[in-house]
């Protein structure tokens, strides 16, 4: 009876996504809402235009608080546009299809940070000279600038990624989050402004700069494990 | 042989009974060292030859802030047990952890604070220490506003151990952080006091000080995880037991 | 092919107990799922449904007992589990910014067999429309109709799948259903209508059910 001869057997490994895969499949939907690129970049341009409607347009104490306010502004377009990173993959159970692939979760977030970045925070840093021009900040600043927004921006991607893992299946997690990540932040800020006002002053900034890059080392190597993390135990809610 | 005493210190029924007897004596143990290191440190112990009595609230602020830093990572640890192990009790011992961390944490920044008026002339100055204590504070609000912000008990203790745990690896870094960015903005006439050249006659009152503290902490740490098991486990038969005050 | 005592088994589960905001949602479940085979979860709202089906794709680690893929104990056997899992949840895990063929293809599918697959589920003609402007049920046959593509893994677990879809479509899931069945393939579902499936098997949570009087696990209930 049941030597029926096999039928075509089911597949037995489905050919799951790769991380280039994954990468291109959340750079596609971010170009799609465009919308959600810009407004990161007019939230950041904006702020910095009123920062001498109220400090007072003297171009000396403008420079002086350029960098700071500069990366400030930054740290906060990332962080805001940080909530959303997650969201619509929970609400449309894509998150929890991610988590059932047969490759550890980890790539998928590193994929998602990293397209949250190419579309927030390098355009930030390419906006920088700009701003640095518009708030009269020293020529000798700009290149490092530049550099440090690079680099420290993706490390704030990567760190607000386990915030808002930790938060997607809140209702409302704006203030939370930011809660939760700002003190996080606070070595990239201080290494990042660092570095722009030892440019400024004339000394060497590259100490700075290394120590963003082992930064954005690190925070790439255990910020998406522990985002991982966040997700299942979020979904399990 | 190990694991089964470990497996019973897991047990709420068991630890809540353990620590009942416990108890009485760590309160005993923290009045009497709180009281003998208070008279000792406020009434006898020498003036400092440059700040005067102004020098004394360091018999409060220094061992808040000790146990302000230890209770992060005995909160952290506990989480990181309860995640591994899947333990009740250090689930709760880590949600019991964060309030009093934050309460000692905001009590060494105010005595810093109080400290900082006669020594530097202001209330508050963006010292290294303090500073990284002000970002301690908002770790333990950030842990603390998580496992409020979720309702299901369960998911909020492993989000909030997990917290708590990235803030544990981020510590070490920040405190560097600070520490390397007041250097750079350390203005030349304020200079912290050394604490490294304390004189034995300060030095034991503060002592006692600090173990005192550490014994009211390991008081009030165990009270407030009783009372959040016997929440907790308000449904078993010995939570009923013990809210019926019968043994 | 018929499921027989020979047919090898898939899914086994010996004494499951699961448990959901420190209540314990039933105990003592046994059960295996062969090869070819079909099994039904049944129970009230709130009975557990989704939490058993979650705990048997290593979605939740609240459980005890053993959990064994192809006679392998999890977590171990986890990722070859995944290998061969199709799951559709309440949340079917269609991208709302991705057409209906992006969607399908994201999870593995050739253009061609995708638009079969599409056709199959009657979203002919909403191939390149995204998600987002497609209605609920439409939505939720786009999910489905992973089960269409012809590269379909071998267990598949399926929560509440019927909801939203009407007679036709119904149908056609059963007609799906049960040629998978045929392949060798197996099914494990919860479902509020009935179904008609040949050979389906049923677990109703309701017989394991902790009984009120046994809850209180005199305070040894270390683990959460």
């Not at chain 1, 390098?122 to 900040?137: R, T, V």
């Not at chain 2, 000790?66 to 899947?86: C, N, Q, R, T, V």
């Not at chain 2, 304020?190 to 014994?215: A, K, N, Q, W």
């Given at each position: 009876m049941s030597s029926v001869d096999v039928q075509p057997p089911v597949s037995e490994a489905r050919t799951s996504p790769g991380f280039v895969a994954l990468f291109r499949i959340e750079m596609l939907l971010a170009l799609r809402k465009r919308a959600d690129i810009a407004n990161p970049l007019l939230f950041f341009?904006?702020?910095?235009?009123?920062?001498?409607?109220?400090?007072?347009?003297?171009?000396?104490?403008?420079?002086?608080?350029?960098?700071?306010?500069?990366w400030v502004m930054a740290l906060l377009a990332t962080m805001l546009s940080q909530e959303s990173l997650f969201r619509g993959d929970f609400e449309d159970g894509t998150l929890e299809q991610l988590t059932l692939l047969p490759q550890p979760l980890y790539f998928a977030v590193l994929a998602k940070s990293l397209v949250h970045w190419v579309a927030t925070g390098l355009p930030l840093a390419l906006l920088s000279p700009l701003l640095a021009l518009m708030l009269n900040l020293p020529v000798e600043g700009y290149l490092c600038l530049f550099i440090s927004l690079f680099l420290g921006t993706a490390s704030l991607s990567l760190i607000g990624a386990i915030?808002?893992?930790?938060?997607?299946?809140?209702?409302r997690p704006g203030l939370l989050l930011a809660l939760i990540v700002m003190p996080l932040y606070v070595p990239v800020l201080i290494f990042g402004t660092g570095a722009v006002q030892a440019a400024i002053d004339g000394y060497a900034y590259s100490a700075q700069l290394a120590i963003l890059a082992a930064l954005l080392a690190a925070a790439a190597a255990l910020a998406p494990l522990a985002a991982a993390g966040a997700i299942r135990i979020s979904l399990d809610n | 042989m190990a694991w089964q005493w470990f497996h019973r210190l897991g047990s709420p029924r068991w630890f809540y009974q353990k620590t009942n007897v416990w108890l009485p004596w760590l309160a005993l143990a923290s009045v009497v060292l709180l009281s003998v290191g208070t008279v000792w440190g406020l009434g006898f112990a020498p003036e400092d030859a440059k700040q005067g009595n102004s020098y004394r609230i360091i018999f409060i602020h220094v061992p808040a802030a000790f146990l302000a830093l230890a209770g992060y990572y005995i909160m952290a640890i506990s989480g990181a047990i309860g995640l591994i192990w899947k333990m009740k009790l250090s689930f709760a011992v880590m949600r019991a952890a964060a309030p009093i961390g934050a309460v000692l944490t905001f009590i060494s920044l105010f005595t810093g604070a109080v400290w900082g008026k006669p020594t530097w002339?202001?209330?508050w100055v963006w010292d290294a220490r303090i500073t990284s204590m002000l970002i301690l504070l908002f770790l333990y609000i950030g842990v603390m506003a998580l496992s409020q912000a979720v309702s299901r008990e369960q998911v909020a203790d492993k989000a909030s151990a997990l917290l708590a745990l990235v803030g544990t690896v981020n510590i070490p870094i920040i405190y560097k952080s600070v520490d390397w960015w007041f250097t750079l903005h350390q203005p030349a006439t304020i200079r912290l006091t050394e604490s490294s050249s304390i004189d034995p006659s300060m030095f034991y009152p503060l002592l006692t000080m600090i173990i005192g503290f550490y014994c009211m902490y390991a008081w009030t740490l165990l009270t407030h995880t009783r009372a959040l098991l016997l929440r907790r486990e308000v449904r078993t038969q010995w939570a009923q037991q013990e809210l019926a005050g019968g043994k | 092919m018929s499921v027989t005592s020979k047919s090898p088994v898939v899914l086994q589960v010996r004494d499951l107990a699961c448990e959901r905001d420190g209540r314990r949602l039933f105990e003592g479940l046994d059960f295996s799922l062969p090869s070819g085979a079909a099994i039904q979860v049944k129970?009230?709202?709130g009975a557990g449904k989704t939490t058993l089906l979650r705990t048997l794709i290593g979605s939740s680690s609240d459980f005890s007992g053993e959990i064994l893929w192809r006679g392998n104990p999890f977590p171990e056997a986890l990722r070859g589990m995944r290998e061969s899992l199709l799951y559709i949840g309440h949340r079917g895990g269609v991208r709302a910014g991705l057409t209906p063929l992006e969607n399908l293809t994201w999870y593995?599918?050739?253009?061609?067999?995708a638009l079969q697959a599409l056709d199959r589920v009657d979203l002919f003609g909403f191939?390149?429309?995204?998600?987002?402007?497609?209605?609920a049920g439409q939505n939720r046959r786009v999910a489905l109709a992973r089960m269409f593509l012809p590269q379909a893994p071998r267990l598949w677990v399926l929560d509440e799948p019927l909801t939203a879809l009407d007679v036709a479509g119904v149908a056609a899931l059963e007609k799906q259903m049960s040629a998978h069945m045929d392949k060798g393939g197996s099914i494990l579902l919860t479902s509020h209508q009935p179904l008609a499936l040949p050979g389906l098997d049923f677990i109703d949570l309701s017989d394991f059910v902790v009984d009120e009087s046994f809850t209180d696990i005199g305070g040894e209930h270390v683990f959460s």
């Amino acid at each position: 009876m049941s030597s029926v001869d096999v039928q075509p057997p089911v597949s037995e490994a489905r050919t799951s996504p790769g991380f280039v895969a994954l990468f291109r499949i959340e750079m596609l939907l971010a170009l799609r809402k465009r919308a959600d690129i810009a407004n990161p970049l007019l939230f950041f341009v904006t702020v910095l235009a009123l920062l001498p409607l109220g400090v007072g347009p003297e171009p000396d104490l403008l420079a002086k608080m350029a960098p700071g306010m500069i990366w400030v502004m930054a740290l906060l377009a990332t962080m805001l546009s940080q909530e959303s990173l997650f969201r619509g993959d929970f609400e449309d159970g894509t998150l929890e299809q991610l988590t059932l692939l047969p490759q550890p979760l980890y790539f998928a977030v590193l994929a998602k940070s990293l397209v949250h970045w190419v579309a927030t925070g390098l355009p930030l840093a390419l906006l920088s000279p700009l701003l640095a021009l518009m708030l009269n900040l020293p020529v000798e600043g700009y290149l490092c600038l530049f550099i440090s927004l690079f680099l420290g921006t993706a490390s704030l991607s990567l760190i607000g990624a386990i915030g808002a893992a930790l938060t997607v299946a809140l209702r409302r997690p704006g203030l939370l989050l930011a809660l939760i990540v700002m003190p996080l932040y606070v070595p990239v800020l201080i290494f990042g402004t660092g570095a722009v006002q030892a440019a400024i002053d004339g000394y060497a900034y590259s100490a700075q700069l290394a120590i963003l890059a082992a930064l954005l080392a690190a925070a790439a190597a255990l910020a998406p494990l522990a985002a991982a993390g966040a997700i299942r135990i979020s979904l399990d809610n | 042989m190990a694991w089964q005493w470990f497996h019973r210190l897991g047990s709420p029924r068991w630890f809540y009974q353990k620590t009942n007897v416990w108890l009485p004596w760590l309160a005993l143990a923290s009045v009497v060292l709180l009281s003998v290191g208070t008279v000792w440190g406020l009434g006898f112990a020498p003036e400092d030859a440059k700040q005067g009595n102004s020098y004394r609230i360091i018999f409060i602020h220094v061992p808040a802030a000790f146990l302000a830093l230890a209770g992060y990572y005995i909160m952290a640890i506990s989480g990181a047990i309860g995640l591994i192990w899947k333990m009740k009790l250090s689930f709760a011992v880590m949600r019991a952890a964060a309030p009093i961390g934050a309460v000692l944490t905001f009590i060494s920044l105010f005595t810093g604070a109080v400290w900082g008026k006669p020594t530097w002339g202001t209330y508050w100055v963006w010292d290294a220490r303090i500073t990284s204590m002000l970002i301690l504070l908002f770790l333990y609000i950030g842990v603390m506003a998580l496992s409020q912000a979720v309702s299901r008990e369960q998911v909020a203790d492993k989000a909030s151990a997990l917290l708590a745990l990235v803030g544990t690896v981020n510590i070490p870094i920040i405190y560097k952080s600070v520490d390397w960015w007041f250097t750079l903005h350390q203005p030349a006439t304020i200079r912290l006091t050394e604490s490294s050249s304390i004189d034995p006659s300060m030095f034991y009152p503060l002592l006692t000080m600090i173990i005192g503290f550490y014994c009211m902490y390991a008081w009030t740490l165990l009270t407030h995880t009783r009372a959040l098991l016997l929440r907790r486990e308000v449904r078993t038969q010995w939570a009923q037991q013990e809210l019926a005050g019968g043994k | 092919m018929s499921v027989t005592s020979k047919s090898p088994v898939v899914l086994q589960v010996r004494d499951l107990a699961c448990e959901r905001d420190g209540r314990r949602l039933f105990e003592g479940l046994d059960f295996s799922l062969p090869s070819g085979a079909a099994i039904q979860v049944k129970g009230a709202n709130g009975a557990g449904k989704t939490t058993l089906l979650r705990t048997l794709i290593g979605s939740s680690s609240d459980f005890s007992g053993e959990i064994l893929w192809r006679g392998n104990p999890f977590p171990e056997a986890l990722r070859g589990m995944r290998e061969s899992l199709l799951y559709i949840g309440h949340r079917g895990g269609v991208r709302a910014g991705l057409t209906p063929l992006e969607n399908l293809t994201w999870y593995g599918a050739d253009n061609e067999s995708a638009l079969q697959a599409l056709d199959r589920v009657d979203l002919f003609g909403f191939e390149h429309s995204l998600c987002h402007s497609l209605s609920a049920g439409q939505n939720r046959r786009v999910a489905l109709a992973r089960m269409f593509l012809p590269q379909a893994p071998r267990l598949w677990v399926l929560d509440e799948p019927l909801t939203a879809l009407d007679v036709a479509g119904v149908a056609a899931l059963e007609k799906q259903m049960s040629a998978h069945m045929d392949k060798g393939g197996s099914i494990l579902l919860t479902s509020h209508q009935p179904l008609a499936l040949p050979g389906l098997d049923f677990i109703d949570l309701s017989d394991f059910v902790v009984d009120e009087s046994f809850t209180d696990i005199g305070g040894e209930h270390v683990f959460s």
